[in-house]
Every structure is written in C-alpha cells, then in structure tokens.
C-alpha cells in the first residue's frame, strides 16, 4: 500500500522522483581524496493538502576511508575531530548502506522510480557521495547519477539569498550558527527550506499536478 494514497501524491510532484536531502561533512573539497566525516539525509513526505513536511532524519558519523585526505582547515571550520573516542564512526561503506536502505524503502512506499538529491549547492554532496559509492564498490545506489535539486539556487530565486542561514532567515526558519556544520543539523535545515520553496510555489499559485 503506497504511503501517500490520498489526492496529493509525491510521485506525482516530482514525476516520479523522490526528493531525499543530503548533507555531508567532509574533509576537505576533492571528492576523490578527500574523507567523509558525516552524512545525514533528510526524507520529507507530502500531508493531504499537497504540503512538504520533514518526515524525519538519520545520520552518521563516517570513519575516513583508508589513504583519505583531510584537510587541518576543514577541521576548524566544522569543529569535527575525526579521531574523537566518542565519535562512534562507521565506515563509509556502512553509513551509505544504512542510508541508501532507509532511502530505497522511502522510494517503495511513497511509489516512486527513483530518489533525487536535493542538496544546499547540490553538486559537491552528489560528488562526494557518487565517489563514495565508486570507491566501495556499492551497486545499487537509490540516486539519479547526475540529477539533483539546488536550494542555493532555488534560495537564490525565491530569497535572492544563496547562502544557507541567511536563505533560512529570509524564509523564517530558525538557524543556529552554533550548531551549523553538523551534517544532521544542516540536513534538517535545508530540508525544511526546501520544503519552503515548494510549499510557496503552490500557495502563489505555481504548478502542481492534475490529481482528477
């Protein structure tokens, strides 16, 4: 039985994709080389007036794979220490299996083809995680290979801001810099602005699909 039956349904939406957000904390910006640290992927769902919500969230500390690079200034500016006794990281492997599990049953129960990712500058996650994927040999990755929804550049036309917290501020979500950086937290934001966005474009009379 199809999660959403009712009149509003996500495979409709998105002509058959289903939206998942993804955020990854890493270790520098080669997606090659350089480590996973975190990855967290937000699922969202649509209610029976045909609204986005965030259904809800998981995430996973990353043990760097082996030979990974890690940047020293990438670890200022996340606050991330990858060696921390407390960290509980997994390896990649198994943090994009969990997650892709998670993913492909959201893709069954909502009927949709295929999940598309939906990142705050899109490209750099998509990177990271088709590296990801190459490099542990996965062979079903839930994701379009080259697809993907950009909230800086939806931010961009529906905010004239491109940059996260000020993207969330103009939408009226809360953003606590304190707390930014942590690939769950920055999920979670960028999912409920995504789910801004859509939710607006409807509301102001946008497109939506014919559900006669």
Known sequence: MLQDSGPHRMYDRFRGFLP???DLETGGFQSATDAILEIAASIVRMDDDGLLTVHRTVSFNVQPFEGANIEQAALDFTGIDP????REAIPEEQALTEVFKVVRKEIKDQGCNRAILVGHNAHFDAGFVNAAVARCNIK??????FSHFDTATLAGLAYG?????RACSEAGIAFDNNEAHSAAYDAERTAELFCDIVNRWKESGGWMPSFD
């Open 20 to 22: 998942v957000v993804v």
């Open 83 to 86: 060696w921390h006794p407390f």
């Open 140 to 145: 079903r990755n839930p994701f379009h290979p």
């Open 161 to 165: 801001q491109t940059v996260l917290a």
